[in-house]
């Protein structure tokens, strides 16, 4: 009989919970093949086993993104229900008597939403909880299914993995940090006055624009500080116009950048400004690839405002920006 928690429905449509788990120990073999299709049992030189555990029970590991209730409902909503069978199995192992889910969060979520309280299936892999996240990451990335950025990124700094560390220590030297939709920051435990940034700003900043040199980006962090809210999120296309410009003119004097702080501050402040900066970007919002056109956008606009001078313009060109002038 379905049961009803709140205004949600749970139901399980086609077989009794127990039913349920002979078919689906007798589909094991299926999972199996599954799990070696995606490279994991390769990866880990062992196939995972088959157990049922409450849901109760089941935690998410460390480095994951946070369960989303709203989205769960919704789903539960469009779905008439909680559906067992097609709840298929999750991925989970044993860490220190816990039972940590590394793929499958989503799934868990809908479930304990939906009020579901009896035993699911679990592939439960013989690895620690590092060598998970790695598995996390790797099935995200390069999977069909990947989740955010953010996400992988967190799962790819746990299991050390070299170009991801390297990110992270970035951040740590700008004192920036990067969260998104995971339960955690990247670096842990971020210092007082640090701004959160997305994945794809800072990486695609460090490696596209600033090209390995950190002095454009803390130019840049220094800008966004006077510019923003305590508390405000760096927007990816501010933050890739601005660090172009100082890694365009990396002998801009202290004055001119003092002036140039003045007039982004100027220009997010003013409903007209931004509506020019808008109009610019044509409608390729967030893409590190526009960097230079945003970059000299941005300084045009700059040397033609009451904040730049016929001096600055002729020392700080932009043809250095390697664009034809703006008319």
Known sequence: MPTTNNTVTTAVKS??????????????????????????????????????????????????????????????????????????????????????????????????????????????????????????????DEGKRTLSKESIFQNKVFANHPPALEIAGVLGQLNLYVKGDCVETVPENPQQGAKEISYRGIEGAWHKIARGDIQPLQRAVKTMNQVLMADQKIPNDIWYAVTACYATFPKMTKEVEQRFNQFVDAMLKTQAEKDLWIKAKKGITGNVSIAEELGRHLWSKFIRSGYGSRTIANRYTLKSFGVKDEQ
Not at 58 to 85: N, V, Y
Not at 102 to 110: A, D, E, P, Y
Request: hydrophobic share 40%; with cysteine.
């Open 15 to 140: 077989k009794t919970v127990a039913v349920f788990e002979d078919y689906l120990k007798g589909d094991l073999e299926a999972n199996q093949k599954k799990a070696i299709k995606q490279r994991i049992t390769d990866i880990l030189g062992a196939t995972p086993q088959l157990e049922f555990h409450p849901i109760d029970e089941i935690m998410p590991i460390t480095k994951q993104r946070m369960g989303k209730p709203d989205w769960a409902r919704k789903k539960l909503a469009e779905r008439g229900g909680f559906d067992l069978p097609a709840f298929g199995a999750i991925s989970i192992i044993k860490v220190n008597g816990q039972l940590l889910v590394w793929n499958g969060l989503q799934r868990t979520t809908i479930a304990k939403v939906a009020g579901y309280r009896g035993r699911v299936p679990c592939l439960v892999y013989d690895i620690n909880e590092q060598m998970a996240s790695d598995l996390f990451a790797y099935t995200q």
